[in-house]
């Protein structure tokens, strides 16, 4: 499927059955990874064959079952962190997709204490990527109407519209949608992470969508 396809189809899931990711599929994973950590100044991490994560009460909590690998979103300390947290982490989101397999952003119901990932100095974990072959394929989540998160005075662009509709169908916290995207004069485009839990992280998804649908060279972040 090409990237749009993968949007589109890509929903959260929970639920995954007990089928290993081919080593092709890791290995073409972590070399998205690496480039991402690179790109962005980041520390994410694939984790595989490893069902501590996802046991005890917060994963029961969270209706998880059978996840066994995960991406650990890592970086150093910084204001901007779990923006690039989420713009980088998203990208390798939607090759995962891509490639066949599932996934679930998940915060707080797995085991931080039990989840396998390296701290180097100045590090913090922001959250993991729940990783695998669901046992359903996840529901499509409600999207609010674009005119309660876009802002364009002049007549829309085809280039901005496009953009908009992708960052849409961008996953956020408890599907709260949380952002704000403006058009500036030119092609200045202002994105904004309103009030809500990890709405900076959720801002770095919106913006990588944001970006495939309108295209790097029709625009400028303000």
Partial sequence: MDIYEAMLSRHSVRRYLDRPIPAAIRERLQQEIDTCNCEGGLHLQLVTEEPGAFTGVMARYGSFSGVRNYIAVVGKKADDLEERGGYYGQRVVL??????????????????????????????????????????QGAPHRSKPMSELVRCLNPMPDWFRRGAEYALTAP??????KFLLELADGNNVRATALRGPYAKLDLGIVKYQFELGAGRENFRWA
């Fill in 95 to 136: 090759l995962a997709q891509q490639l066949g397999l599932n996934s679930c952003w998940v915060a707080l119901t797995f085991s931080k204490r039990r989840a396998r990932f390296t701290l180097d100095e100045g590090e913090k974990l922001v959250l993991v990527v729940a990783l695998g072959y669901g046992a359903t």
């Fill in 172 to 177: 956020t916290a408890m599907n709260q949608q």
